[in-house]
């Protein structure tokens, strides 16, 4: 894919929504790595975490708000305890799928939801899926 | 009658904003003439008892040039300017004199663009301004 | 009053052009404490020096001011014009009527107004100028190396070849530094030890170096040229004149304790030489892990001592050396990487510290030189080398990068594949950094030669499973997650200032920055000092650097003591602060303000050391009785100079 | 000892067994849990938006319904209601202005919350409140030669700030199982995320998660993880017929609450009820170790 770079793009409105929403600077990243090493979920992402940022430097915010990845993010917060600058990556996370939430988007459909286990599932695991993926 | 021209003092220090002043000489960059520089070892030996004396004796601006922050010749020299500055433009300002009168920027040897380009946006502001009021006198505005 | 003279220069057509100079010359000539007044096309030329010292001597002139170009071009020129005619060259200004104002404004008539301006500030200020003498103090050609790793020692040679004595305290019982647990040094290979010993021979032989070992500085008091050291030497428990380094001491030692040459890795007795090769070559007794001889608890070694070297009694010593020039190479230590328990290193064997890896590699290190990991003795076929473990991470630990890191990793990779050409080092970086000479070079090689596999990510957990570690990382490039079951793995931890510079710095009243390492005079143009007179700074102290670099600033600061020791006495500007000792109250406010450590209390007057003030001015403005004053920029100056301008 | 108590919803329904051992193995030590009332659902998951309120009103309100009971403290059992009160109360009285926006929101409870109250987990209380010491003393059935490991998982440990131990190396779980006389594993995964609720969308997901951590734990030398999760109970427990299903070589690891092993040493009786909500047997392994 083509990343077209311009001024516009780099520190666009989208950007600063995000970091609004998540209060931390996309620009604080230097690409160590340490987020996505320590992943524990990164091999079902299309982008890893480190990548989400760098994306987020170029102004690429769409393709990380339709990524797979932000809905396999758990918020474990394994990324943001080990960041050596400090970034709180899974607030950052959070932020990209408040956005798509805010709009009404999620991949979470409690009507559509397979009940096989239903009985068996905890209400802890419901309402936080439902909290984190429905739109 | 004459338009105001405003008669600034400079206070600059030798290692960086002197040798600034002069890149922009040696780069024949043109500003206005109204700024006049004395040359101090470095921005912490003004005193601000010489600030408050060029204003009481007319002058309607004055500039303090120094290192950049973690460049000082003499390790702190200017982060003793700015807090100095910072303090002087509150009591400035209960003297009746505008704080903006004053202003301190960090222009190092290699900035004579800087140099000119702060003379002038100085220049004007206080031509803008208009004369300084004399201390004791009437609200400044 | 002071008759003054004012010459201005038409600088060809640079001044002339744009300032009237006649006009100038003719209105400045009724200024007050003007006795002459001319201008000349070149002033700076030889007939133009000509004239201004004719008219001195004609005029019976006090002083001058030139209007001309910048000080920072001619100044020098004129005060050397007029000291030849017996005239002190601080009675002399120059005002910059070129590069600020006729270069810089493009009316003549407000440029020429600008130009009286300058020259009369010059003349004010010239009214009240003192005649100056160099500030000068007499000079004590010895000088104190704290530090006998390979700064210190590359410093104390230079010097003690130059012909002056020397001082060489070190805290170990050898000198060597990290240098000598090295194995081999990028980006040649040669052997470290090779060639650092015949330097550790010379300076234990050299007739003008004075070694004082497990010893530490104490206290330095006076100033620069002339301090006087307090060194504490441990009690000398072995004497070395007697001991014959038999070795039957150590062989009847009970007590084994880790080897700090070895980093852990082997094991020594409490009576011990460091490591074959230490200067002085003589046993130390480890007292801290001795069973103790007050009361004699084992007394082992003294009966199997033959030549009656062993001296339980010795005590502790003082010794006092006068100095006229300090450098402080005190080194560097590694970053306690116990921290890192994503890292497991301590829990796990076979998580080496880079130090530790480098006794391994070595001919003299506990594996004789095999290649052979610390849990069983195993040749490790895969080796995860860690780079940036605990630097540029300014959230949790070093926000500084250690800069030596990426060479030397890149080093034990391509040693670890001459030792086990079959196994496979991988390098874990974030960036490389690799610009010293020929550096670049020898990475390329590695990775396209040596089959070393850098892979591009930082590794977030190490932990052990069977007789594997397995190492979780990320590729970046390919944004693929990465898992490599390692035999061993190295952490290239990050570099700190060596243990116990936090004391020395407070002793020696030297600047440090936030992580300890010492701050130099200007980090450009004065990297070789410290901030404070006296004080030269050579290696790993300042700064993470490698052996070049080390040895470069070692030798650079002795070449800028040898320059000093040219002079019989040390002196330096006069343009210094005063005090009115009878304005001043004793408040002690300028005292906090001198970063130099130039103002002191005596006698309730805050007095001024005229050899350690460097001029700033930043006393003067902070004094609130005005008892401070710059030699030559006084109040008064000032003032009459704001007052000019406003006129 | 009275603990004001905050169970949270899945401990009156799949963890059930999770409270009741609680209680009886605090009743052993001279405690008890009391129920605070009036609560509601915590929230689940702390939001770590900078600018959503509405989603800390859920934490919020528990915490002002108990400052209103003239409650000091609330202990809670469950990390995940753990990790959300705790860090609700945080953010919220950081900032004045959000503490006011918030109470606006619940003026139906007449009362305002002041944000006073503290919020300790059970491990924490036993450690420093209850001693272990005090723990030693009680054992009567030490749960000799059972290995187990402790797992973590994220939100005992995760933010930093937060954390009830170190949040590299914690041990105050291991700590409690040495002191109950078990033999006490430390396994690498045991500050993993089991895939948390991944479970309901991505299943594989927690599978594969799972799949890992107890494949850890068993290598380790594991015989028995123990959680003080509910929803990674969950996940470790529940899923492992479907890890079976996936990983052929996989053995299976019954996974205990902290609190039904310490109310064994203490003396308790295994209660056939807990059984009931295990999903991979757990009295084989007791049965084994003559604890049962």
């Keep these: 894919m083509l990343i077209k770079v311009n001024a516009r793009n780099i520190r666009n409105d989208l950007v600063k929504k995000i970091e609004d929403i998540s209060g931390q600077n996309v620009f604080d990243c230097y690409q160590c790595g340490n987020c996505s090493s320590g992943c524990p979920v990164v091999d079902y992402m299309d982008i890893s975490p480190n990548q989400v940022l760098r994306l987020s430097q170029y102004g690429e915010i769409d393709e990380i708000l339709n990524s797979e990845t932000i809905w396999i993010c758990s918020t474990c917060l394994q990324c943001s305890s080990r960041c050596p600058k400090g970034i709180d990556v899974a607030k950052i996370m959070e932020a990209f799928r408040t956005v798509n939430l805010r709009k009404g988007v999620g991949v979470v459909n409690p009507s559509q939801l397979d009940t096989t286990d239903a009985k068996q599932l905890p209400p802890i695991l419901l309402v936080c899926a439902m909290r984190k993926m429905t739109g | 009658m004459n338009a105001f021209e405003p008669k600034i003092v400079c206070f600059l220090c030798k290692w960086c904003t002197y040798a600034g002043a002069d890149l922009a000489g040696t780069s024949r960059i043109k500003y206005p003439p109204n700024g006049v520089v004395i040359k101090t070892m470095c921005s912490s030996r003004i005193d601000p008892e010489h600030i408050l004396y060029a204003f009481q004796q007319g002058s309607d601006g004055v500039f303090i040039g120094g290192c950049h922050p973690g460049d000082c010749h003499y390790q702190t020299g200017n982060y003793k300017t700015q807090r100095r500055v910072l303090l002087l433009k509150r009591m400035l300002k209960q003297m009746g004199i505008n704080p903006e009168r004053l202003k301190l920027e960090w222009i190092s040897a290699s900035e004579g663009n800087k140099f000119a380009n702060t003379m002038i946006d100085f220049t004007e502001k206080i031509r803008n301004m208009g004369p300084v009021p004399k201390l004791s006198g009437k609200e400044d505005k | 009053m002071k008759k003054i003279g004012v010459f201005i220069c038409h600088c060809g057509v640079n001044i002339k052009d744009t300032v009237d100079v006649e006009y100038l010359t003719e209105k400045l000539a009724d200024y007050k404490g003007v006795e002459h007044i001319e201008n000349y096309m070149f002033m700076c030329s030889d007939p133009g020096q000509n004239l201004v010292k004719e008219a001195i001597q004609e005029n019976k002139l006090d002083g001058v001011v030139i209007a001309a170009c910048s000080p920072t071009l001619h100044e020098s020129t004129f005060q050397n014009a007029i000291e030849e005619i017996g005239i002190n060259k601080y009675q002399l200004e120059i005002a910059n009527i070129r590069e600020q104002c006729s270069w810089v404004h493009t009316s003549r008539e407000e440029a020429t107004r600008k130009a009286e301006l300058i020259i009369k500030t010059a003349i004010e200020k010239l009214r009240l100028n003192q005649s100056l003498e160099p500030v000068t103090a007499p000079l004590t050609k010895r000088v104190l190396v704290i530090g006998g790793g390979i700064a210190g020692i590359q410093a104390a040679l230079d010097i003690a070849d130059g012909g002056y004595e020397v001082v060489l305290v070190e805290k170990k019982p050898s000198i060597g530094g990290h240098m000598i647990q090295l194995s081999e040094t990028f980006p040649t290979l040669d052997c470290s030890q090779c060639i650092l010993t015949p330097k550790m021979v010379q300076v234990g032989k050299h007739k003008n170096i004075k070694l004082y070992v497990n010893s530490q500085v104490a206290a330095v008091d006076g100033f620069a040229g002339n301090f006087t050291v307090t060194i504490n030497r441990k009690a000398q428990y072995v004497d070395p004149d007697k001991c014959t380094l038999c070795g039957d001491c150590t062989d009847s030692c009970p007590v084994v304790t880790p080897c700090e040459y070895d980093e852990g890795l082997a094991w020594r007795r409490a009576i011990y030489v460091p490591f074959p090769q230490a200067i002085p070559a003589t046993f130390t007794i480890d007292t801290e892990n001795c069973l103790g001889f007050e009361p004699i608890a084992c007394g082992e070694c003294k009966k199997a001592c033959e030549p009656g070297a062993i001296n339980y009694d010795a005590k502790p010593q003082t010794f006092e050396e006068k100095i006229g020039a300090i450098i402080v190479a005190t080194g560097y230590d590694l970053y306690p990487v116990e921290n890192m328990a994503e890292y497991g290193y301590g829990k796990y064997p076979d998580v080496l510290n880079g130090l530790q890896f480098e006794r391994i590699l070595s001919a003299t290190g506990p594996t004789g030189g095999e290649m052979l990991r610390p849990s069983d003795g195993k040749v490790p076929k895969e080796i995860v080398f860690v780079q940036c473990s605990g630097s540029r991470d300014p959230e949790r630990h070093l926000s500084h990068c250690s800069r030596i890191c990426c060479m030397y990793t890149l080093k034990h990779a391509k040693l670890y594949k001459h030792k086990v050409p079959d196994g496979q080092p991988y390098i874990f970086y974030i960036d490389i950094r690799s610009g010293g000479k020929r550096y670049d070079e020898f990475i390329q090689q590695a990775v396209s030669e040596d089959g070393v596999v850098y892979i591009r990510g930082k590794v977030a957990k190490i932990y052990q499973e069977g007789d594997k570690m397995i190492v979780h990382g990320m590729d970046t490039l390919t944004g693929k997650k990465m898992e490599i079951c390692a035999d061993m793995v190295v952490l290239a931890q990050g570099i700190v200032p060596s243990e116990g510079v936090h004391e020395l710095v407070k002793t020696l009243k030297l600047g440090v920055d936030d992580v300890g390492f010492l701050i130099e005079a200007h980090p450009k143009l004065r990297p070789l000092e410290s901030l404070q007179s006296g004080f030269y700074i050579a290696g790993a102290a300042q700064g993470p650097k490698d052996i070049p670099d080390t040895v470069s600033q070692a030798s650079g600061a002795a070449a800028k003591i040898l320059a000093l020791f040219s002079h019989d006495e040390i002196y330096h500007e006069p343009i210094i602060a005063i005090v009115d000792e009878d304005k001043c109250s004793g408040c002690g406010i300028c005292i906090g303000t001198c970063p130099y450590g130039a103002r002191v209390l005596e006698n309730g007057v805050a007095m001024v050391n005229d050899i350690l003030c460097e001029g700033c001015g930043a006393c003067i403005s902070a004094c609130p009785s005005g008892a401070a004053q710059q030699k030559n920029l006084t109040d008064q100056q000032i003032n009459s100079m704001i007052k000019v301008i406003l006129g | ?292």
């Design chain 4, 1 to 292: 000892m009275n603990l004001p108590y905050y169970p949270g919803c899945t401990l009156k329904a799949n963890a059930r067994h999770f409270e009741d051992s609680a209680q009886k193995a605090l009743a052993k030590l001279d405690c008890e849990l009391e129920e605070m009332k009036d609560w509601v659902c915590c929230g689940t998951v702390f939001s770590m938006t900078t600018d959503d309120l509405m989603l800390q009103l859920a934490s919020i309100r528990n915490l002002l319904r108990a400052e209103n009971q003239g409650l000091k403290e609330i202990i809670v059992l469950c990390s995940m209601c753990y990790n959300t009160l705790k860090r609700s109360q945080d953010f919220i009285t950081r900032d004045q202005e959000n503490l006011d926006k918030v109470n606006k929101f619940m003026y139906m409870e007449n009362l305002k919350y002041s944000g006073s109250i503290e919020i300790y987990h059970l491990l924490t209380i036993l450690k420093d409140r209850i001693t272990y010491d005090k723990i030693k003393e009680k054992v009567k059935t030490p749960l000799k030669k059972l290995k187990v490991g402790a797992f973590y998982g994220c939100l005992l440990v995760r933010p930093e700030e937060f954390a009830i131990d170190d949040f590299e190396s914690p041990t105050i779980i291991e700590n409690l199982l040495d002191v109950l006389g078990a033999e006490s594993i430390d396994f690498p995964y045991k500050l993993e995320c089991c895939g948390a609720y991944q479970t309901l969308t991505k299943q594989e997901v927690s599978i594969k998660r799972s799949y890992e951590i107890l494949k850890s734990a068993h290598n380790s030398g594991c015989e028995a993880i123990i959680t003080s999760c509910p929803l990674c109970a969950y996940n470790l427990d529940f899923l492992q017929k479907r890890i079976e299903e996936d990983f052929v070589e996989f053995v299976k690891l019954p996974v205990f609450y902290f609190t039904e092993l310490m109310a064994l040493a203490l003396g308790e009786k295994w209660s056939g009820e807990w059984s009931k909500l295990h999903h991979v047997d757990p009295e084989q392994l007791l049965r084994d170790k003559h604890l049962i």
